[in-house]
């Protein structure tokens, strides 16, 4: 299984890089000290590049989109990208920026570096930069923080999804930052501490490392010892997905249902066309983990081809048609679905 899952994975990478260049940070550069600059990148993206963001000791890109004339008080949502992308090339599928231009809220997005990684994975195992205020976590925090400022953000709906390794990212925010976050969507990603180094790694995307739902959610507690807030975590995976197993799935439901102390039966599952849905309530009945099982897809993001926002206006690597877009329904979930008015 491992060797096929590694043939699978070279596909992904350049022929020069090695296995492990997917995944291992072999540089930084240096700390920009510049003040806070924005520029937009070339193309039609609607996204503006911020540098002098703060100190960003994981050497990371950002890139914003605030609507004009947004006014106080709107939600924030966070962005995470997976191997092989950047940040303009998922917006383009996953349409965060439309629909933020549509329903009033501000959208961040994380860029890594070829600097950093040529397959530009963000680093979601190495403790170096998943440890709170370290590292790319703490770049990432930054940037948060910095958008929430200048788009005088509603601190209460804040939101962070991601795809991949931009999905175990986003499963380390919400474990370092859970009082940051009111949701958060992991598309094909694997649970806070499944692994601690590359070759760890690359097993735990080829099957998750057997532990029990206690043993998960006790990473999470070790590193948030008291979770004031309950982020609703929303978890996303394709039954055939190749890269990372869908065992990675089942234990990021473990990993926040047991935390939650949620029974394990105590589900409420729904059918719809191509997918399989399962809640779990609190006693007030707010869903506060959900999985999708999206039925024969593959490794990526669901999106849907159309016109408006959260539709994909192009094809791009690991963002998959599947009849119906992820972005809306997470958005959806997120309470995000009322269009503004300007």
């Given at each position: 299984?491992?060797?096929?899952?590694?043939?699978?994975?070279?596909?992904?990478?350049?022929?020069?890089?090695?296995?492990?260049?997917?995944?291992?940070?072999?540089?930084?550069?240096?700390?920009?000290?510049?003040?806070?600059?924005?520029?937009?990148?070339?193309?039609?993206?609607?996204?503006?590049?911020?540098?002098?963001?703060?100190?960003?000791?994981?050497?990371?890109?950002?890139?914003?989109?605030?609507?004009?004339?947004?006014?106080?008080?709107?939600?924030?949502?966070?962005?995470?990208?997976g191997c092989q992308q950047n940040a303009e090339s998922y917006d383009r599928a996953a349409g965060w920026a439309s629909l933020a231009e549509e329903r009033g809220f501000a959208v961040v997005y994380a860029q890594q570096r070829e600097a950093n990684n040529p397959g530009l994975c963000f680093t979601w195992f190495r403790p170096s930069e998943v440890?709170?205020?370290?590292?790319?976590?703490?770049?990432?925090?930054?940037?948060?923080?910095?958008?929430a400022e200048r788009a005088a953000s509603d601190p209460e709906r804040?939101?962070?999804?991601?795809?991949?390794?931009?999905?175990?990212?986003?499963?380390?925010?919400?474990?370092?930052?859970?009082?940051?976050?009111?949701?958060?969507?992991?598309?094909?990603?694997?649970?806070?501490?499944?692994?601690?180094?590359?070759?760890r790694a690359f097993d735990a995307m080829a099957d998750a490392?057997?532990?029990?739902?206690?043993?998960?959610?006790d990473l999470v507690r070790t590193v948030s010892p008291s979770i004031a807030r309950k982020p609703a975590i929303s978890i996303w995976h394709g039954t055939a997905d190749e890269t990372v197993a869908l065992s990675n799935g089942y234990a990021l439901v473990?990993?926040?249902?047991?935390?939650?102390?949620?029974?394990?039966?105590?589900?409420?599952?729904?059918?719809?066309?191509?997918?399989?849905?399962?809640?779990?309530?609190?006693?007030?009945?707010?869903?506060?983990?959900?999985?999708?099982e999206i039925d024969g897809m593959g490794h990526g993001t669901p999106v849907a081809r159309g016109e408006g926002g959260g539709y994909a206006t192009s094809a791009e690597p690991f963002m998959l048609e599947a009849g119906f877009s992820s972005t809306l329904d997470i958005a959806k979930e997120w309470g995000l679905s009322r269009k503004w008015k300007r």
């Open positions: 299984m491992r060797d096929r899952f590694k043939r699978s994975v070279e596909r992904l990478v350049p022929t020069e890089a090695r296995l492990s260049d997917l995944f291992w940070p072999f540089s930084r550069e240096p700390e920009r000290k510049a003040p806070a600059a924005r520029r937009r990148p070339a193309g039609s993206s609607t996204l503006t590049e911020v540098v002098g963001f703060g100190s960003n000791p994981g050497g990371l890109r950002m890139f914003e989109h605030i609507p004009d004339g947004l006014p106080a008080g709107r939600p924030l949502v966070l962005v995470l990208h440890t709170r205020d370290r590292g790319e976590l703490m770049s990432i925090r930054q940037m948060l923080a910095h958008t804040t939101f962070i999804t991601g795809l991949s390794a931009g999905g175990a990212m986003t499963a380390a925010m919400l474990a370092n930052y859970p009082e940051v976050f009111a949701g958060g969507a992991i598309i094909a990603g694997l649970p806070f501490g499944a692994a601690r180094d590359a070759t490392p057997d532990r029990t739902a206690d043993e998960w959610s473990e990993q926040w249902r047991d935390l939650y102390r949620l029974p394990k039966e105590a589900f409420v599952e729904k059918r719809m066309k191509g997918r399989r849905t399962r809640i779990w309530p609190d006693k007030d009945g707010k869903p506060l983990v959900t999985l999708h």
